[in-house]
């Protein structure tokens, strides 16, 4: 299983109404030094309805600022659609809602 499997079949675990971050999904996949790599295979998600990326969310649990499937908003919206609350500062409460 090649690093990008390895990262999708990790972001594929990832609760609906939960999220995780970079950091977490690359520990999980592996190697705690994977971040930004998941960064890059989320961007090229060969399958979207099926590998959740936009479960995905920084450190401070914010959203990614170019997320490939339409951007900043879309993932938001997809988010709240599954029952995540974000704070008035557009953060995401990390200690409620990452897996």
Known sequence: MN????IYEVV????KGKVATYGQVALLAG???WARVVGYAL??????SSIPCHRVVNREGKVAPAFAFGGREVQRQLLEAEGIVFEPDGRIDLEKYCM
């Open 43 to 48: 961007h090229v998600n060969p399958d979207a």
């Open 3 to 6: 690093t990008f499997e390895k």
């Open 31 to 33: 190697n705690p030094r």
């Open 12 to 15: 594929k675990n990832i609760p």
